[in-house]
């Protein structure tokens, strides 16, 4: 069994996802706020720094398909 509190195990996993998409929605917040206060600029570089979690969290929910065995093998031919 695997231990919870383990790098790497599901636990862990999940908490990295909610770590990330955390990150993303504050940052997201916090552009809207930037466009309420009229800092439309401001609020684009926000923006753009949610790129990197949200791809983070892509990787991480592919390895958690992974992991649950969500992905077959197929073979062309």
Known sequence: ????????SPADL???????????AGAASAAEACVKAGHTG?????LRDIEAPLY?????????????GDHAVRRMG
């Open 1 to 8: 069994m695997a231990d919870p509190q383990a790098p790497g």
């Open 14 to 24: 999940v908490r990295r996802i909610v770590a990330r998409l955390q990150a993303a």
């Open 42 to 46: 401001q609020a684009l570089a926000l």
């Open 56 to 68: 983070e969290v892509t990787t991480l929910l592919n390895a958690a398909s992974i992991l649950r």
